[in-house]
């Protein structure tokens, strides 16, 4: 299935840099539009559309009927702890994803936000639904209002949704592909009803931001991070201004499994980039509410050799 993938944000390119056969920003002779941006005034179209719809766009610009649909669906406002992440296909789920994340530029949460910079992300178990019975009513309101595409719920430490959030999220997608047992491009078909299922595999899943200094500050001049040919399966890019950043994901068993793919690529890079910008946390003191025995058993290894 060929799809237009729109890249209007600059994080969207990265994932037609890893999904073959589709068109970037071409709406020719197409079968589907995937959007980077919930609200983008995307032209008159017949196409279907992934990550915004009418009836989104409608609650977006209309926030007195917002609190009635989540009161429905149950969310309750309130601090998270993680999120969960999923791909609908206009009826069902994918598997879902847990990831916990920050957006700090620097070592330990500190330092300007820059966007996602680091994650862990493991796959939660088919008992999602008994633990989160929301998402049942989640799962019907996304139907009825006709959305296909990315879903990301933040959760908070009693199991209870915080927020909803649809469109583009390039960290957690990244990180969905990392850990899915079919191509990105299959993650597409998916999406577009092109195949009935969509899942991902026991392991645990890390990103991790590399840049150029000046970032985040822009750069005079172009800058592109080069590294191993074959990384490049591995590595999301994102162009900011003159600047270029990449988001590096790899999986494993274990948590030392997964971090050692990781710092293996970074170190690769620095061989041309000695100066590379990067954090060094990737991996370590992550939470989570569904998926916090998983993530303690993937440090077994670690600490066994301890």
């Not at 990301?152 to 959030?165: G, P, Q, V």
């Not at 999301?236 to 793919?261: D, M, P």
């Amino acid at each position: 299935m060929k799809i237009a993938i729109v890249d209007s944000t600059n994080t969207a390119k990265c994932v037609w840099d890893h999904a073959v056969g589709n068109s970037l920003n071409n709406l020719l002779d197409v079968e589907g539009v995937f959007l980077d941006e919930v609200m983008f005034n995307l032209p008159p179209t017949d196409l279907p559309v992934a990550n915004s719809c009418v009836a989104i766009k409608n609650l977006i610009l209309n926030p007195a009927m917002q609190k009635p649909v989540f009161e429905h669906i149950g969310v309750v406002p309130g601090e998270s702890v993680s999120t969960i992440f999923s791909l609908f296909n206009g009826k069902e789920f994918s598997d879902f994803l847990e990831v916990y994340s920050s957006e700090r530029l620097m070592t330990q949460n500190v330092g300007p936000r820059v966007g996602f910079t680091t994650g862990v992300a493991l796959k939660v178990g088919t008992e999602i639904y008994d633990a989160v019975p929301a998402l049942i009513r989640l799962r019907d309101f996304l139907t009825r209002s006709e959305y296909r595409g990315e879903v990301l719920i933040h959760l908070a430490e009693n199991y209870l949704i915080t927020d909803i959030r649809v469109g583009h999220f390039f960290g957690h997608f990244a990180l969905f592909s990392e850990l899915a047992k079919c191509s990105t491009s299959d993650l597409l078909d998916f999406i577009f009803g092109k195949l009935p299922t969509c899942s991902l595999y026991d392991s645990i899943g890390i990103a991790n931001l590399v840049s150029l200094s000046p970032f985040p500050s822009g750069s005079l001049y172009p800058q592109q991070i080069h590294a191993p040919k074959g990384a490049e399966k591995h590595l999301w890019r994102i162009q900011r201004g003159n600047s270029e950043t990449v988001l590096i994901t790899c999986h494993g068993l274990y948590l030392q499994e997964a971090r050692k793919r990781v710092r293996r690529t970074i170190e690769n890079i620095c061989l041309n980039f000695p100066d590379l910008q990067y954090r060094v946390d990737y991996g370590y003191n992550a939470r989570f509410v569904l998926a916090g025995p998983a993530y303690e058993k993937s440090k077994e290894v670690q600490q066994a050799g301890k």
